[in-house]
């Protein structure tokens, strides 16, 4: 479990789950969701008791590790309730070793919480179906309850209840019907009033997103299918399919393979379901019906669509697709057996022997994939969407904590480009008081120098940050963390910022002081001169943060446009510029800017536009207004120049003239 994947979405739902610890509170949201409507509490409420148990992330990982084994005895006593076991052993292996139930069940994700749920509510559904009993008239809506506040796309879980409870309608007991109605309004009412409803407008997103050409594709039910094949572990340990590629030779077989068999279980589902209807047996369709839209209907309702469709938004109908594929088998067991066979000897069972050498074969192909994925993400690899595993994060983070208790670490901050630096930062930011992140390969950060010692964590010695600290002389590299095979390694400098005072100064030129709605200083810059079109160029600026931040401190974009003389923009970038969680009092960043100047720019006298605003709307803002060193007013942005592009027509002077 220490070599989970760890990235910002796992980080992002640990720390909910580790302030509700702390500071236990009813819940009305978890982590946001990739369109718009937040995540139900229960996936953070889940992650508690791993919380409580371990100091750290494995816990939590171990709670998720655990539902998922449950998931798995709860898949197999469903299957053998109503199928037997061998169909329910052949689906319960099936499910327990394929790559992608296997890689969702090692994240923090709430979609890597849903399996057993879903078995929950199904399971449920169909006993109540069947016999009706009183607790089935109260554990769909329980379950239904806790599945949809622990992954929002388990929404559609919905659609399969009411399904369900109108297949069962019959045997409804009406007052613990009523009892579980209550139940789940009480469980569902904090995150339905305080989320669903005012984000609601937030799900039309995936169908109709302004500027963005709506799609009708397969591409949703192609991902279903994804689900019972051998690619899962590639999909994000890409690095993987140098040692055994998932996506060629007998890994692609068994992919075919098992995608064909799923779809001869949908086809004996849906014979089964008009069987049944027309017998109007529901207690008998609902085994057959339930499950085949549990696996069917997120694929369906994603056919059309705007926004971009993920596997992982298929995993609501998870274990089911194993029942299909399990359904598929029994059924080509059942076509062999017609064959013609001798009667007795040792070739008469041959039709079981074959279907369970496929099982073997199946079973075989992805545990040797599971060999290779634990094998290669112990190797991290920067082209690998798997992230920093686990264990790194943890022994840099542990550094970094032991650095800041021995040293007397005043401020602390992270320097980097990737996802994996976010996420230390993400980790330590309730730890280390005064953590900041920064990218290390334009931006500097230097604290008042009235601050005591200062720790930089950079992940690159070779960037234009890494070589001024390894050289500067009052600079300590006081511990460095190797990651193995990968040649990363971060490196942890310990500096008191009055020896920093000058690291950059020949950097950004003569001093400027201008400064924006009183707070912001722009102390100097540095531009090169003469702009070449069709080609970057290179913008130094140094900033001073507000001496003193309060509540009406405004967090801050910044903006810079290349104008010409008639103060037309031709070119410009925007980013985030302060943030007060981020940055402290007094803090001196220094930054590069890379920007591009048109190829067609015309010969002419150029400046950049410099200035910093506040969002106050959707499409609205308000610009700070500048003032220079004198108080002078400058207006909403301050021009740095003149530039120059030259013209290419004339030929180069060639007659020397000593004049003065």
Known sequence: LDFVQFSLDDVT??????????????????????????????????????????SGPVGAYAVVALLNV????????????????????????????????????????GNDMVPPLTVLLIWSLCELARRGSRRDSILPLLWLAIVVQVYVVALVHLAVAVLGLALGLRRLRLPYFAGGVALFGVLVAPYAVQTVIPSLGSLLRLMDLPDQPTKVDLASIEYAFHLVSTEGYQAVANNAGATLDANSGWPLLVSLLTKALMT????VAVIEVVRCGRRKAWDQGALHLLPLVAVLLPALLLLRHNAPVYTNYMLVGLPMHFLLVALGIRQVWLGLLLLPRRTNGPWARWPTYAVCAVVVFIAATYLVLAQVFFAAIREYSAESSYGLPLRYTLDISETARALVAQEDVRRAYIGGTGERDGVIHSYLRRDLASLALFDSTDTFVRPDSRVGKVLYILSSTEDRVGRALSEHPGVVRAASVAVPWSGLEYSFYVAAPRDLAGIFAGETGPRLDATFDGRVRLESYAV?????????????????????????????NAYVRLLDQSQKAHSGLDFRFYDKAQWQPGDEITWWRRLPAPADLAPGVYSYLVGIYTPTGKSTYRNAAVADAGGAPLGDGIRLGPLTVRSAGAANPSQPLAVA
């Open 264 to 267: 001869v279980g949908i086809a």
């Open 70 to 109: 449950a998931g798995i005895g709860l898949f197999w006593g469903f299957v053998r309730s109503y199928w037997g076991p061998g169909l329910a052993l052949v689906a319960a292996l099936l499910y327990s070793l394929n790559p992608w139930a296997v890689l969702f069940s090692r994240r923090l994700w």
């Open 13 to 54: 739902l640990y720390n909910i789950a580790r302030d509700f610890a702390q500071a236990p509170q009813v819940l009305t949201r978890g982590m946001p969701s990739s369109f718009g409507l937040p995540n139900g509490p229960f996936q953070a409420y889940f992650l508690l008791p791993g919380i409580l148990a371990d």
């Open 528 to 556: 090169e001169r003469e702009l070449r079109a069709g080609q970057d160029q290179t913008l130094a600026l140094r900033w001073r943060t507000p001496e003193a931040a309060d509540a009406s401190t405004p967090d801050y």
